[in-house]
């Protein structure tokens, strides 16, 4: 197909290709690469080259969302150091002991150095193992791409991006904040397409995993929420990896017994965006705390602290608990209350809340806690709720039942 030479000239622009001519000097179309699906050899084909849990892959962009000062940063670096020294330090399987090229686009070198110096220290481990693995850098004002007399374009960070990849020959590359590594539009889904499309060409051109971190919209992150990301969805649709980062909420700070005051420090990590493996439903918790770094000086004895993330673990309703402790619970639960009323799940319920009878036997519980071993059970078919009358009132009502048979053993 030939083009004229309006069209030939935007296509190269576009395209950051060189054109070919054919006989009459007019530019055309590379041909298309295409292969029969009844005689290829499917069996050959070689699985996916995951580097990190479900969260980075050969040949993909990946993206993790949240606020500003979530912990984004902290996180991801505990996530590249556990690469680059084949730990599993952030509770997530590596499969291979990878390099990582990191370019902050935010912090300065001397940020970025206590960054991996506090985490380090945390973790106890030996700065050499991170030689040869891990590659930082913090470029100022080089973008991917820009604006030029109304046109994209490509900026210079892609050439110099390109370089180092060829140079040091990372397995990741990490672009920390996405907003900061162009100046396009973010709310315009032609600009962001343009800007995907670069990230998405280095991660296939040099078969390495790509990632960066995104800022949230405005107002409250639903954890999973795969249009959380700021700007136009061209930034979500290009990524196959996306992770939402939120703090603990109001009620989950009441179920792990985890004060207001503490709740900030500890944040959740979810699936938002998985097309390339199996979606995991269970979020995967991370406590942030300030880790020193001992480089105090005579003008600042103190030094500085610097935010390290470490895995956490909530703490199970069930933990505690026995078929002894928790058949007594149903016991009581199936005699009704003191006043022959049966309990009740509903949120309204106060003599009659079911949740008082676990925190009864096992005082230590939070209300929240309590709720979720009876949600557990209306679930299984262990307790159900019927028709049944209120002596008290004298009323039609609604209570809950055991069923025996389900009973634990």
């Known amino acids: 197909m030939t083009l004229g030479r309006a069209e030939r000239e935007q296509w190269e622009r576009e395209s950051g290709q060189d054109?070919?001519?054919?006989?009459?000097?007019?530019g055309v179309f590379e041909p298309l690469d295409v292969w029969d699906a009844g005689r290829a050899n499917l069996s050959a084909i070689p699985p996916r080259q995951w580097l990190l849990g479900n969260q980075f892959c050969r040949g993909y962009l990946s993206s993790i969302t949240g606020a500003g000062a979530v912990g984004k940063t902290a996180l991801r670096l505990l996530q590249f150091i556990s690469l680059a020294t084949g730990r599993e330090?952030?509770?997530?399987?590596?499969?291979?002991?990878?390099?990582?090229?990191?370019?902050?686009?935010?912090?300065?070198?001397?940020?970025?150095?206590?960054?991996?110096?506090?985490?380090?220290d945390c973790y106890q481990i030996p700065q050499s193992e991170l030689?040869?693995?891990?590659?930082?850098?913090c470029p100022k004002g080089s973008k991917l791409a820009l604006l030029h007399q109304r046109q994209r374009i490509i900026g210079p960070l892609k050439a110099q991006i390109c370089e180092a990849i060829?140079?040091?020959?990372?397995?990741?590359?990490?672009?920390?904040?996405?907003?900061?590594?162009?100046?396009?539009?973010?709310?315009?889904?032609?600009?962001?397409?343009?800007?995907?499309?670069?990230?998405?060409?280095?991660?296939?051109?040099?078969?390495?995993?790509?990632?960066t971190p995104h800022h949230v919209h405005?107002?409250?992150l639903?954890?999973?929420?795969?249009?959380?990301?700021?700007?136009?969805?061209?930034?979500?649709?290009?990524?196959?990896?996306?992770?939402?980062?939120?703090?603990?909420?109001?009620?989950?700070?009441?179920?792990?017994?985890?004060?207001?005051?503490?709740?900030?420090?500890?944040?959740?990590?979810?699936p938002a965006k998985i097309n390339i493996a199996k979606h995991a439903s269970v979020a995967i918790w991370f406590r942030l705390h300030s880790q020193p770094i001992g480089n105090g000086t005579?003008?600042?004895?103190?030094?500085?602290?610097?935010?390290?993330?470490?895995?956490?673990?909530?703490?199970?309703?069930?933990?505690?608990?026995?078929?002894?402790?928790?058949?007594?619970?149903?016991?009581?639960?199936?005699?009704?209350?003191?006043?022959?009323?049966?309990?009740?799940?509903?949120?309204?319920?106060?003599?009659r809340a079911a949740w008082r009878v676990i925190q009864n036997h096992h005082p230590d519980k939070t209300e929240e806690q309590c709720k979720a071993i009876i949600r557990a059970w209306l679930k299984t078919g262990?307790?159900?709720?019927?028709?049944?009358?209120?002596?008290?009132?004298?009323?039609?009502?609604?209570?809950?039942?055991?069923?025996?048979?389900?009973?634990?053993s």
């Open 19 to 26: 054109r070919y001519t054919n006989g009459n000097g007019q």
């Open 89 to 120: 330090l952030s509770g997530q399987h590596v499969f291979k002991r990878s390099r990582v090229l990191m370019i902050s686009l935010e912090d300065d070198d001397e940020e970025m150095g206590r960054r991996i110096k506090a985490m380090l």
């Open 131 to 137: 030689d040869d693995y891990l590659f930082c850098c």
């Open 166 to 211: 060829e140079r040091f020959e990372p397995d990741l590359l990490s672009l920390d904040p996405f907003v900061k590594t162009h100046s396009l539009s973010e709310n315009d889904n032609g600009d962001m397409d343009y800007v995907c499309d670069l990230l998405a060409a280095i991660a296939i051109d040099y078969n390495i995993a790509v990632d």
């Open 218 to 220: 405005k107002g409250t």
């Open 222 to 270: 639903t954890p999973g929420d795969a249009n959380a990301g700021r700007g136009a969805s061209g930034i979500k649709d290009a990524a196959r990896l996306v992770y939402t980062l939120s703090t603990m909420s109001k009620e989950e700070g009441e179920q792990f017994d985890i004060g207001p005051d503490d709740r900030a420090s500890y944040v959740r990590l979810d």
């Open 298 to 351: 005579e003008d600042y004895p103190g030094g500085d602290d610097m935010q390290v993330a470490r895995p956490w673990t909530p703490p199970s309703a069930w933990e505690g608990t026995s078929s002894p402790s928790l058949n007594a619970v149903l016991d009581d639960l199936a005699a009704g209350n003191d006043k022959g009323q049966r309990y009740s799940d509903a949120g309204a319920a106060k003599d």
């Open 382 to 408: 262990l307790l159900y709720v019927d028709d049944c009358k209120d002596p008290v009132r004298r009323e039609d009502t609604r209570g809950i039942f055991v069923n025996n048979t389900k009973r634990p």
